[in-house]
């Protein structure tokens, strides 16, 4: 009876204790809570500090549309904040990174700012667009999906990891990431609610851009019959700010443009340095007269947006480093930071 008793009370107690681990197990095993905004002092799970610094995250960010990790520069709020800016970077954007950080110097500019920095790297040549075919050209066979990522599946981890929220956010982009920001910002209404485009080309149907594009995007290794299609296509309307001026009003707009005279002139010492920039000189020219033309289209429609233009600079990163930084206050004013 003895030992019959004490065995019944050892059952009990293992009974007791294994309940309790079930419970542990069992919130253990839930969807794992949403990172607190801000904390920027503490590294992600599949991250690594960046050596520019400010805060920044590297981040490897895996995409099941595309079948491999974006890296992502990451900075968190500095204060708790749950709102971003995403920036978008240009045709030659590098493999790993994003030059929004060494050249752009956003986590800089954003020193001790309450908005979180959301930096997708590798997006070179993409539009930042879904593909519409593999791309088979220099850099394929592989798969562009960058809108289906950009606003399916990293707004999930973002808010998992960083606590991001998934709505009420910021864009913005530079030359083929200009047309992109505003693109995802009228197609994605309650993830962005103001985009900024920076020296881009804001119409991208119009005569002899299909061709510019096709050929930018050879000289990269890319085909944009593989991105959009044949001229004129559904895809190519879709995502042409121009032909779709209506469905940006409501966001908050800046659009900025050089005129492509570069800032040495401002000093004839450094007018040496000029001839080397002429590609830059070209391009930003090109982008003003493509904004100016914007310009017009958004006032006859009836769009409110912000029109800058600057009396000099050329398509290069101290241009967009000085828009960004221009800019600060509105960002953090349009996202209450």
């Known amino acids: 009876m003895k030992i019959t008793s004490t065995f019944r009370g050892w059952r009990r107690k293992v009974a007791a204790v ?31 500090w960046d050596s520019y610094q400010y805060f920044t995250q590297k981040c490897q960010v895996y995409s099941p ?28 954007s590098p493999a790993d990174a994003s030059d929004w950080v060494e050249y752009g110097n956003a986590p800089r500019t954003f020193e001790g700012s309450n908005v979180n920095l959301v930096i997708p790297g590798g997006g070179g040549g993409s539009f930042y667009t879904d593909w519409k075919r593999p791309s088979v050209s220099l850099h394929g066979p592989f798969v562009n999906m960058w809108e289906t990522f950009l606003t399916q599946e990293l707004p999930v981890y973002l ?11 910021s864009i913005a982009g530079l030359s083929m990431g200009a047309s992109a920001a505003l693109s995802l ?23 002899g851009m299909t061709t510019a594009i096709e050929a930018a ?6 085909s944009s019959f593989d991105m959009w299609g044949a001229p004129m296509s559904a895809e190519r309307v879709r ?7 209506e469905k940006m009003k409501g966001l ?21 340095r000029v001839v080397p920039k002429a590609g830059g000189v070209a391009l930003e020219s090109l982008s003003r007269l493509s904004t100016r033309e914007f310009e017009l289209r958004a006032r006859t ?23 960004l930084q221009n800019s600060k206050a509105r960002i953090e004013g349009f996202l209450g930071a």
């Open 239 to 245: 995502n042409d700010p121009y032909l779709n001026v």
């Open 18 to 48: 294994a309940s309790a681990v079930a419970v542990a197990a069992s919130a253990l095993t839930m969807a794992p809570a949403a990172s607190a905004a801000g904390d920027r002092g503490s590294l992600r799970p599949g991250c690594e």
């Open 65 to 92: 549309a595309m079948d491999r990790d974006i890296p992502v520069q990451i900075v968190a709020s500095a204060n708790g904040g749950n709102k971003a800016l995403y920036l978008l970077d240009g045709l030659r």
């Open 301 to 323: 429609s009836g769009l409110d947006a912000t029109f800058e233009y600057e009396p000099t600079g050329i398509h290069d990163w101290p241009t967009w480093d000085r828009n």
């Open 217 to 222: 995007q050879l000289s990269a290794g890319y």
């Open 159 to 169: 808010e998992r990891e960083f606590g991001i929220s998934r709505t009420g956010n």
């Open 185 to 207: 910002a009228y197609n994605h209404r309650d993830q962005f609610g103001q985009a900024l485009a920076f020296s881009g080309y804001l119409h991208t149907t119009a005569p």
């Open 252 to 272: 908050d707009l800046v659009i900025t443009s050089a005129n492509g005279v570069p800032d040495e002139v401002r000093d004839p010492k450094n007018l040496y």
